[in-house]
């Protein structure tokens, strides 16, 4: 959430070039004030909520979850009435939701089919909209092998190296960097944040494109020959 907030904010300030404020400087005195109201307003109240509503284990009733939709969705909107991207107001609310057993794997049951079938292909279909591959020429290549391979370094190098200072074998911290090494759908809401921000160029954007898409497929072989095996059991006589 502090990562995207940020980025999101850089991204407006960057996209300012005028002598007005920036977004920043704009919407900082907002969005702190806000961040403590959740903290100390609506954490204490959501918690009233689910302490009468919700036992742990027990699936969301229709009521808590249209309430917790509702909370998610006003924040949003908060956050983009105030300069900041909705996607953060979104987490913040999360944040402020108290950490009750069960409450998250119930609401990612409600949600699982909804986000499949209907919110990830529009994500997807919209950074494919913004992608054109025919930007790159065959000059290009060079950077763009070197731009993909600084993003592999950064994130699967790192782990692998620094895994064992922390007391993980050479396996493990392999696997470790391997699934940090996985953008996902994490590089490409990045990257439509910058894009809309006017930051981001499209032949940019094909680059973030191209990196999640090679480092999600490394994910799956890379992970099952790093991760650790266990031992193998004794054979029965």
Known sequence: CTHT??????????????SSPSPVT?????????RAVSAVVVRPA???VLARRYRPGDELDAGLFALLLIGTFLSAAAA??????????????GAAVPQVPGLAQAMLDRLHDLVVIVLIPVLLTVAGLHTDLRAFSLEDVGGLLLFLGAMIVAKWGVSAFTGPAVGLSWRESNALGVLMNCRGLEILIVGLIGLQAGVLTEQMMAVFVLGAIVTTLMTGPLFDRFAPREPAEPALR
């Open 26 to 34: 704009l919407s900082l005195p907002v969005a702190l004030p806000t």
């Open 46 to 48: 959501l918690r009233w």
């Open 80 to 93: 983009d009435r105030i300069g900041v991207q909705a996607l953060t107001g979104g987490f913040l609310f």
């Open 5 to 18: 907030w940020t980025l999101s904010l850089l991204f407006h300030d960057s996209a300012t070039t005028d």
